[in-house]
């Protein structure tokens, strides 16, 4: 399996980059995964329904499944920010495993970064990251030791250049191999 973070500001367009870089994955042949990080309180369970009943009843595990998907809803006793590791064990094998957000994780990270939001990159003080895909390379700060700069507007792209890495991404149980 292959694991590759993609971080960046809210807004910047990682999801729509992944969106991208998934179907061009998918048009390669391999199986992809994603783990999404969210910092707000979200809810996949509508109010009323059997699953959200049993939930405020008091399960702590409730799993949903028909012939075409499944999914699991946890509740966390006491707050509890699952590590990227842990998430990734909860995963089925694939070949690949996007990871959007975390930004702190330390896994290799594509940083996806726009010019006209003003903010730093993250890529100077982060040695996870990898490469950065931008809409405006001439914008970028110094990039050290010769970070790759991939377009951001082109999954295609992006995905061919994940593919073409391939093993940097290795994932072994916590660590990254490569």
């Given amino acids: 399996m292959k694991v590759v973070g993609f971080c960046g500001p809210s807004g ?23 783990i999404k990080h969210t910092h707000k309180r979200f809810d ?11 939930r405020q009843a008091g399960a702590g595990e409730v799993l949903l499944a028909s012939s075409q998907r499944l999914a699991l ?30 930004k702190h994780a330390a896994l290799p990270k594509v940083e996806v970064w726009r010019a006209a939001l003003g903010q730093p990159p993250q890529f100077p003080g982060d040695p996870h990251v990898v490469a950065v895909a931008t809409d ?12 790759p700069v991939l377009p951001l507007n ?9 593919l073409a890495w391939g093993e940097r991404f290795n994932y072994a149980g916590g660590d990254i191999h490569g």
């Fill in 12 to 34: 910047v367009g990682k999801t729509t980059l992944l969106e991208g870089v998934i179907a061009a994955l998918r048009a390669a042949g391999v199986s992809v995964s994603v």
């Fill in 44 to 54: 996949i369970d509508q109010p009323g329904k059997d699953s959200w009943r049993h």
């Fill in 73 to 102: 809803l946890r509740e966390h006793p006491v707050d509890h920010e699952p590590g990227i590791h842990e998430l990734v064990a909860e995963l089925r094998p694939a070949d690949w495993v996007l990871v959007e957000g975390f």
């Fill in 136 to 147: 405006d390379p001439a914008a970028l700060p110094q990039l050290p030791g010769g970070l």
């Fill in 154 to 162: 082109d999954a295609a792209a992006v995905a061919a250049q994940l």
